[in-house]
């Protein structure tokens, strides 16, 4: 594992932040509340959540520095590696530009058939070595959807598809570009308005 981090550190003054697609994945259900609050002081903070967690929603996004770019959602479970590889090829491939390079991680569903989907549409793939969240700066993305839908506590599956759509609308591109510029992944960011040719946002169900 040093290893592997030491060869992704090693490589890092050659990434260009206006090329990375950051993508990852993350997860909802309907009883998500907050996990802090305030009250008077000598009183107590009281909060509600179901028993039950119901259906999962599996979330997978990616980001450049203009913000969110594809954002799928898949009730009922995790991502298989069939419905990832679809996600790749019907949402992101369309949208990628030339000389982009997809960051993930290194869990085997999204390899090898994901890195194949991807390299066959002529972009580059870069796997962030084992236990290294801190190299997919994705994950900031990620922590501010959960505490958007913590706060929004939405207790049916109605009602947290449309949470989760807000939620996704508050992710801006001065957010994206400040997790990435201060990430650990890319030596460079372009300044605003020179971002390499990165498409726009598009969402997939």
């Known amino acids: 594992m040093v290893e592997g981090r030491e060869a992704f550190a090693a490589r890092r003054p050659s990434l260009d932040a206006r090329r990375l697609v950051f993508l990852d994945e993350t997860g909802s259900h309907v009883a998500m509340a907050r996990q802090h609050g305030r009250s008077r002081r000598g009183t107590r903070v009281v909060g509600y959540a179901p028993g039950g967690w119901g259906k999962n929603t599996t979330l997978t996004g990616t980001m450049t520095l203009d913000g969110l770019l594809v954002l799928d ?37 999204h390899r090898p058939e994901v890195r194949v989907g991807i390299e066959a549409a002529g972009r580059q793939v870069l796997s962030v070595p084992p236990s290294s969240p801190e190299y997919n700066t994705i994950e900031e993305l990620g922590s501010k959807l959960t505490s958007h839908l913590r706060g929004l506590a939405a207790r049916t599956e109605e009602v947290s598809d449309t949470a989760i759509t807000e939620a996704a609308a508050t992710v801006t591109a001065s957010d994206a570009a400040n997790w990435i510029r201060g990430g650990r992944t890319s030596a460079s960011a372009a300044p605003r308005g020179d971002r390499g040719g990165e498409g726009g946002a598009s969402t997939a169900s």
Not at 86 to 109: K, T
């Open 73 to 109: 959602r898949r009730v009922g479970g995790g991502t298989t590696r069939a419905r990832f590889l679809a996600v790749v090829r019907e949402a992101l491939v369309p949208v990628l530009r030339p000389g982009q390079v997809v960051v993930l991680d290194p869990l085997s569903v």
